[in-house]
Structure formats: structure tokens, C-alpha cells
């Protein structure tokens, strides 16, 4: 799914750069080598970022 139209960053790409930076979309979007146009995205972007941090390396034993 695409997170931000302007520049077609994938939630995919937010969740791998999540681990790389510590800051909020902006810093994420700098490290993919874009920058935020319209801006509508930054709150998602921003939410993705924090779930990533929190529950993305857990893993559920099976």
C-alpha cells in the first residue's frame, strides 16, 4: 500500500527504514532519498514508523 502519493513510498519501505533512523517520517523519507510535498501523509507515516519500532522485530512462536 502506498503511504505517500507524492513521492510513492510503499508501507513496505517505511517499515525497513524504521530500524535505521529514530526520528519521525521526514528523517524515514530522507533516508529513502525523498522529501514530504503535500505533507497528508506525515501522520500515517509517522504511526507506521512507531508500530514498526514496537512490534516489528517480535516474532510469535508457533
Known amino acids: ?5 507524492c513521492n510513492a513510498i510503499r508501507e ?3 517499515r ?3 530500524p535505521y ?3 519521525g517520517a521526514e528523517e524515514a523519507y530522507a533516508l529513502l532519498g525523498k522529501l514530504p510535498n503535500c ?3 506525515l501522520d ?3 504511526a ?6 514496537a ?3 517480535r516474532q510469535i512462536a508457533a
Open 1 to 5: 500500500m502506498y503511504v505517500c502519493n
Open 12 to 14: 513496505s519501505e517505511l
Open 16 to 18: 525497513g527504514a524504521a
Open 21 to 23: 533512523t529514530c526520528g
Open 39 to 41: 505533507g497528508q501523509c
Open 44 to 46: 500515517d507515516a509517522d
Open 48 to 53: 507506521i514508523l512507531a508500530h514498526e519500532r
Open 55 to 57: 512490534f516489528g522485530s
